[in-house]
């Protein structure tokens, strides 16, 4: 087995595997020493704590946008859908073609 690299606290590996459909396992993990504490986290799991934190992310960014007084007066359901559309690497494709 090829080492590849050695981790520290907190750091994470085959993520692959949990953003992808298509993508199957690839990582192995050797503990170094005795003292180790290994989490996993099965794909579903991943993808509801991945979409909580993309919604605080969000809510949060969108509340900074509504400091600024030309958008108060748009609502919330609004917000999200301009943010959406223009800074969501999954939509961001949408509003290029919107430009074409």
């Known amino acids: ?14 993520a692959d ?9 690839n ?3 050797v503990a170094l020493s005795k003292r180790v ?3 996993t986290l099965t794909k579903t799991d991943y993808q509801r704590v991945y979409a909580e ?11 900074a ?7 108060k007066s748009v609502s919330k359901r609004k917000m ?10 999954k939509t961001l494709g949408c509003y290029e073609k919107l430009q074409n």
């Open 1 to 14: 087995m090829e080492q590849v690299n050695i981790l520290g606290a907190g750091q994470t590996f085959g």
């Open 17 to 25: 595997s949990l953003t992808s459909d298509d993508c199957k396992r």
């Open 27 to 29: 990582a192995t993990c």
């Open 37 to 39: 504490v290994v989490a």
């Open 53 to 63: 934190q993309e919604r605080v992310k969000t809510e949060q960014k969108i509340a």
């Open 65 to 71: 946008i509504n400091e600024f007084g030309l958008f």
């Open 80 to 89: 999200k859908h301009y943010y959406r559309l223009f800074y969501d690497p």
